[in-house]
């Protein structure tokens, strides 16, 4: 009996004549745990593609990004990764408070590759992790449930030009984004924010620094 379809999944499988090929995969493809390959394959990348889902069953995607290996691979049914200053809205990481279930998508754009990874996630109040990456919040570790591959041939290929100037990096404070110099979101900054008093400009902002985060 498979462990990772489920009967609405066993349907489609069976309308298409794919169950065959869909249990070959999960025995080839299909691990608990990262090997080597993945392990490096994980630590090597600058973003991730976050799923969760709140305690009523809604989903909820979430692009992830930071410095390359910003996701580390603790043993070979764990990874950590930081969660940054966003938006202040918490949709993810809420969600992982009531319902621990994720799903994380690795891609290489240029190498056009790609990894799916299913656990658990935990958040735990000073992670010792914490230090390690600068000004995170708080750390997100995930235990895998199942880890695999996944088939290349729709990636469309991309080149990276420039990494974001957000990401918190040790050397130097990231700059204040425009979204929060606005009246509107002024009035309502944490207390404890550093863009709090800082107004608009009226310049546009730069492509790589979006508003939406």
Same mark, same amino acid.
């Given at each position: 009996?498979?462990?990772?379809?489920?009967?609405?999944?066993?349907?489609?499988?069976?309308?298409?004549?794919?169950?065959?090929?869909?249990?070959?995969?999960?025995?080839?493809?299909?691990?608990?745990?990262?090997?080597?390959?993945?392990?490096?394959?994980?630590?090597?990348?600058?973003?991730?593609?976050?799923?969760?889902?709140?305690?009523?069953?809604?989903?909820?995607?979430?692009?992830?990004?930071?410095?390359?290996?910003?996701?580390?691979?603790?043993?070979?049914?764990?990874?950590?990764?930081?969660?940054?200053?966003?938006?202040?809205?918490?949709?993810?990481?809420?969600?992982?408070?009531?319902?621990?279930?994720?799903?994380?998508? !690795?891609?290489?754009?240029?190498?056009?590759?790609?990894?799916?990874?299913?656990?658990?996630?935990?958040?735990?109040?000073?992670?010792?992790?914490?230090?390690?990456?600068?000004?995170?919040?708080?750390?997100?570790?995930?235990?895998?449930?199942?880890?695999?591959?996944?088939?290349?041939?729709?990636?469309?290929?991309?080149?990276?030009?420039?990494?974001?100037? !957000?990401?918190?990096?040790?050397?130097?404070?990231?700059?204040?984004?425009?979204?929060?110099?606005?009246?509107?979101?002024?009035?309502?900054?944490?207390?404890?924010?550093?863009?709090?008093?800082?107004?608009?400009?009226?310049?546009?902002?730069?492509?790589?620094?979006?508003?939406?985060?």
């Amino acid at each position: 009996m498979s462990e990772l379809y489920h009967e609405g999944q066993r349907r489609l499988q069976d309308q298409f004549d794919t169950r065959r090929l869909a249990d070959r995969i999960e025995a080839r493809l299909v691990a608990e745990a990262i090997d080597p390959e993945s392990w490096a394959f994980i630590e090597r990348r600058d973003m991730f593609f976050l799923a969760t889902v709140d305690a009523q069953g809604r989903p909820n995607c979430s692009y992830k990004g930071g410095d390359p290996g910003f996701v580390r691979v603790l043993d070979a049914r764990t990874i950590a990764f930081p969660c940054y200053d966003g938006n202040g809205m918490y949709l993810s990481m809420g969600n992982v408070l009531v319902n621990p279930n994720v799903g994380l998508l !690795f891609v290489d754009w240029e190498g056009q590759e790609r990894l799916r990874l299913n656990g658990e996630a935990t958040i735990t109040p000073e992670d010792p992790l914490e230090a390690g990456w600068p000004q995170c919040q708080f750390v997100v570790r995930v235990r895998v449930r199942e880890v695999f591959p996944n088939c290349s041939r729709y990636i469309h290929q991309y080149r990276l030009v420039e990494l974001s100037g !957000f990401v918190p990096r040790p050397e130097s404070p990231p700059p204040v984004p425009n979204w929060k110099r606005a009246d509107w979101a002024q009035a309502v900054l944490p207390e404890q924010d550093p863009a709090r008093g800082e107004r608009a400009s009226g310049e546009p902002e730069n492509q790589n620094r979006s508003a939406s985060e």
